[in-house]
């Protein structure tokens, strides 16, 4: 099923922290161009991009001589309103997503409601405090962020898990797969807006 109208959507956010650019296409192939200057974030984004299927471009530059923190911050800040856009009124989509995705020792499972209403719920303990120079606290900061400016409920929970890499893969690989579900054309209901009041806001 072909969508009516290309779902896609570019968005640009200059703060005196971060400048990003960013695009994004629903009905892509998962191809990524990624460059946020911390390298183990543009290999979580390349993930998400490719089990997604959803082409994203993001380009970031920011304030790394402080820390990481605003960059990943402000990527989930631009992503999330990105996905938003590109959704409109979300007509014709499936609305709810879920999966659960192994990564070799680690199980990590997620669901999604494209509702209008952001909330995230987070239950991943991490076994490391950083991933490279990464600190992996920032993981639920950039999922936060990402869930708020969307406008869908985000649950991410790992089952279990002990190396930091795993854990954070898996997570992103699962949120990937329900996003994908989620925002998926139901051919069903081609041209409905998923809810009963008609509408998908808060």
Known sequence: MQPALPRQAEITRNTAETR????????????AEIATGVGFLDHMLHALARH???DIMLKATGDLHIDFH??????????????????AEKRGIRRYGQALVPMDEAL??????????????WQVPFSAQKIGEMDT?????????????AGI???????HGSNAHHIAEGCFKAAARALRMAVELDPRAPDTVPSTKGVLEA
């Open 20 to 31: 990003i650019h960013a695009r994004i296409n629903l009905d892509g192939t998962g191809q």
């Open 52 to 54: 997604a299927m959803i």
């Open 70 to 87: 605003h960059t990943t911050e402000d990527c989930g800040i631009v992503l999330g309103q990105a996905l938003r856009a590109a959704l």
């Open 108 to 121: 990590a499972e997620c669901a999604i409601d494209i509702s209008g209403r952001p909330f995230l719920v």
């Open 137 to 149: 606290e920032l993981f639920e900061e950039f999922f936060r962020a990402f869930a708020m400016q």
């Open 153 to 159: 409920a985000l649950h991410i929970v790992l089952r």
